[in-house]
């Protein structure tokens, strides 16, 4: 069985693509197979992971408006183990087209499950910073959402707005759809972050991943090069916490009882 996870948040700008391409990358490293569909029309995880936006003759889009099977759009990565689904600009049209289809908001899952069994463990979802069409069928598909924050007050607000849709897909087409909240670009040496993540810790209590992301430019720069941290600069802070993360997140999925094992 295939486990899905998304990745969103409506605030821009909290490591959200870095943290779809990390995770991943940690997990393939644990010899997961791992597939990334890249859902936002910037296309800037296609671009990180050493793919041309628009470079491919089949993106995203065509899996959410032509019903093009997965199978047919994934590409292999330098990386083994790690695929992807790449987006382009294309992409822009579906927010706009995608409500005039008949059961719109669950044809990522119809993808996704058509295609089992998959030859994936983990499937992530990069959302766009939106809460629209797309961002909903990626909730629809999910196992789980992954939440990155920053511990600022802006972006801990936009969590509101992200916990109201959380309940509104489950009370629609995914009541099983789990969430855990993941602080990013922490700096501990300063108060207010301080201040925020133990608010956060208090909010969320074990909503709240234990594994947090710290401030770390080797993380800006590792797109630059099309690589995942881990291949980038693997002893950094950034692979490592992103490794303790991954392993965090195969510890829940176990936990609750769900594939892979």
Same mark, same amino acid.
């Given at each position: 069985?295939?486990?899905?996870?998304?990745?969103?948040?409506? %605030?821009?700008?909290?490591?959200?693509?870095?943290?779809? !391409?990390?995770?991943?990358?940690?997990?393939?490293?644990?010899?997961? *197979? =791992?597939?990334?569909?890249?859902?936002d029309?910037?296309?800037?995880?296609?671009?990180?992971?050493? +793919?041309?936006?628009?470079?491919?003759?089949?993106? #995203?889009?065509?899996?959410?408006?032509?019903? =093009?099977?997965?199978?047919? =759009?994934?590409? %292999?990565?330098?990386?083994?183990?790690?695929?992807?689904?790449? #987006?382009?600009? %294309?992409?822009?049209?579906?927010? *706009?087209? &995608? $409500?005039?289809?008949?059961?719109?908001?669950?044809?990522l899952?119809?993808?996704?499950?058509?295609?089992?069994?998959?030859?994936?463990? +983990?499937? !992530?979802?990069?959302? $766009?910073? @939106?809460?629209? @069409?797309?961002?909903?069928?990626?909730?629809?598909?999910?196992?789980?959402?992954?939440?990155p924050?920053?511990?600022?007050?802006?972006? @801990?607000? @936009?969590?509101?707005?992200?916990?109201?849709?959380v309940?509104?897909?489950?009370?629609?087409?995914?009541?099983?759809?789990?969430?855990?909240?993941?602080?990013?670009? &922490?700096?501990?040496?300063?108060?207010?972050?301080?201040?925020?993540?133990?608010?956060l810790?208090?909010? +969320?209590?074990?909503?709240? +991943? %234990?594994?947090?992301?710290? =401030?770390?430019?080797?993380?800006?720069? #590792?797109?630059? !090069?099309?690589?995942?941290?881990?291949?980038?600069?693997?002893?950094?802070?950034?692979?490592?916490?992103?490794?303790?993360?991954?392993?965090?997140?195969v510890?829940?999925v176990?936990?609750?009882?769900?594939?892979?094992?």
């Amino acid at each position: 069985m295939t486990y899905v996870i998304a990745v969103s948040n409506e %605030k821009g700008g909290v490591a959200k693509t870095t943290t779809t !391409l990390s995770l991943g990358a940690a997990l393939a490293e644990m010899s997961y *197979q =791992v597939l990334l569909i890249d859902l936002d029309a910037q296309a800037n995880l296609t671009l990180a992971l050493g +793919f041309e936006p628009g470079g491919a003759a089949l993106t #995203s889009s065509d899996v959410l408006l032509e019903n =093009v099977p997965l199978e047919n =759009v994934w590409q %292999k990565s330098e990386i083994d183990r790690l695929e992807i689904v790449p #987006s382009g600009k %294309k992409l822009d049209r579906a927010e *706009q087209l &995608l $409500p005039i289809h008949l059961s719109y908001a669950t044809r990522l899952a119809d993808a996704i499950f058509a295609s089992q069994p998959m030859k994936y463990d +983990f499937v !992530l979802l990069d959302c $766009p910073p @939106a809460l629209g @069409a797309v961002t909903l069928n990626a909730l629809n598909a999910a196992n789980l959402l992954v939440i990155p924050t920053q511990a600022e007050y802006f972006s @801990a607000y @936009a969590l509101r707005n992200m916990m109201t849709l959380v309940r509104k897909v489950r009370n629609a087409e995914n009541p099983s759809l789990a969430y855990r909240i993941l602080i990013t670009m &922490l700096d501990r040496r300063n108060r207010s972050h301080r201040t925020i993540q133990a608010q956060l810790e208090s909010t +969320f209590g074990d909503g709240l +991943f %234990k594994s947090v992301v710290e =401030v770390d430019t080797k993380l800006r720069e #590792s797109p630059i !090069l099309g690589l995942p941290i881990t291949e980038y600069k693997s002893n950094t802070r950034g692979a490592e916490q992103y490794r303790i993360l991954a392993q965090e997140l195969v510890e829940y999925v176990k936990e609750t009882n769900q594939q892979p094992s």
